[in-house]
Nanobody, 121 residues
């Protein structure tokens, strides 16, 4: 069973920082792209940032210059460092990973359970 376990959400004031973590557990062959998405109340889920196993990261325009995505392939972990947080960053943040469980299997989409980030004074 493959699981994505997130941590690091919470309540912060505008301008403060948070760091989200997501660890992949279970038996897997490889992880391709990993990423973070978010969903605010009444809105659709949107991409925040992605990082391939090798290559360039991508960011939503709304978070460029404030958020940084990184990963450790040896630990099957991805992080999202969020600085200068704004009230509009308030959302449930979801970790995503494209995982190949066996060398002969297809790549499937996996999601974490979500972690709440609230930015409020």
């Amino acid at each position: 069973q493959v699981q994505l376990v997130e941590s690091g959400g919470g309540l912060v004031q505008p301008g403060e920082s948070l760091r989200l973590s997501c660890a992949v557990s279970g038996s897997i062959y490889s992880i391709n792209t990993m990423g973070w998405y978010r969903q605010a109340p009444g809105k659709q889920r949107e991409l925040v940032a992605t990082i391939p196993s090798g290559g360039r990261t991508t960011y939503a325009d709304s978070v460029k210059g404030r958020f940084t995505i990184s990963r450790d392939n040896a630990k099957n972990t991805v992080w999202l460092q969020m600085n200068s947080l704004k009230p509009e960053d308030t959302a449930v943040y979801y970790c995503n990973a494209l995982i190949q469980r066996y060398f002969y299997s297809r790549v499937d989409d996996y999601w974490g359970q979500g972690t709440q980030v609230t930015v409020s004074s």
